[in-house]
């Protein structure tokens, strides 16, 4: 409404806390797809997680139980197959787990922890 009566983007930027681009880029928006999409947030790219955050705590918690038989740690293929096998989620690679992990401040090389990054 403020560019509309004249007013600059500065002093718009500036009154609603925001910086000179986000007021043009909505201006924008709202020109060219209306009022609802110019303040709505646009679709993102990528897919949708595959791990909601009841099975990022169940990963975590299976990372500190002991390692299965025959391994003396956890590794982040072991856990992948490990997270399938439990039906955690479809599938999953040890990088997203990896990341998963990571996100959760937990440390796969830890040797407190039992898991090992290979």
Do not use: N
Request: net charge positive.
């Amino acid at each position: 409404m403020r560019l509309a009566d004249g007013g600059s983007g500065y002093t718009v930027a500036d009154e609603v806390g925001c910086c000179v681009q986000t007021v043009y880029q909505v201006r924008r928006r709202y020109v060219e797809q209306g009022l609802a999409r110019a303040l709505g947030e646009a679709p993102r790219s990528g897919g949708p997680r595959r791990f909601d955050g009841a099975a990022r705590a169940a990963l975590t918690a299976l990372a500190c139980t002991p390692a299965p038989l025959g391994h003396s740690r956890w590794t982040l293929r072991l856990l992948a197959d490990k997270a399938v096998e439990l039906c955690l989620v479809e599938t999953i690679s040890h990088e997203t787990v990896s990341q998963v992990l990571k996100k959760t401040k937990y440390s796969p090389s830890a040797s407190s922890t039992g898991a090992w990054a290979k």
